[in-house]
Nanobody, 123 residues
Framework: QVQMVESGGGLVQAGGSLRLSCAAS????????MGWFRQAPGKERQFVAS????????YYADSVKGRFTISRDNVKNTVYLQMNNLKPEDTAAYYC????????????????WGQGTQVTVSS
């Protein structure tokens, strides 16, 4: 089992940057595919990015491609989401998640979730 705590959210102006971190506990962190999702009020949870256990492959939603970068440090048991050129439509609660096996953009396939961190982008 793995427990995760996100940090790094906040209020930023459009065009600005934030880096989210997700610190995970557990000895098997490196075995998990890690993902970032976001959820705005009244909307469904949306895939943002995922990264394979080795960090060798990354996947992004079209809406963030070229602006966001997911990475992981298996020594520090941490996954990151670097967000550049933020837009007001990026405003949401951001969650990290973990799953075994293959990567997926389906939130229902993820086994473990953090509590979320709020990102607000002002215009």
């Amino acid at each position: 089992q793995v427990q995760m705590v996100e940090s790094g959210g906040g209020l930023v102006q459009a065009g600005g940057s934030l880096r989210l971190s997700c610190a995970a506990s557990g000895r098997t962190f490196s075995s998990y595919v890690m993902g970032w999702f976001r959820q705005a009020p009244g909307k469904e949870r949306q895939f943002v990015a995922s990264i394979t256990w080795s960090g060798g492959r990354t996947y992004y939603a079209d809406s963030v491609k070229g602006r966001f970068t997911i990475s992981r440090d298996n020594v520090k048991n941490t996954v990151y989401l670097q967000m550049n050129n933020l837009k007001p439509e990026d405003t949401a609660a951001y969650y990290c998640a973990a799953k075994y096996g293959l990567g997926s953009s389906d939130p229902y396939r993820y086994n473990y979730w953090g509590q979320g961190t709020q990102v607000t982008v002002s215009s």
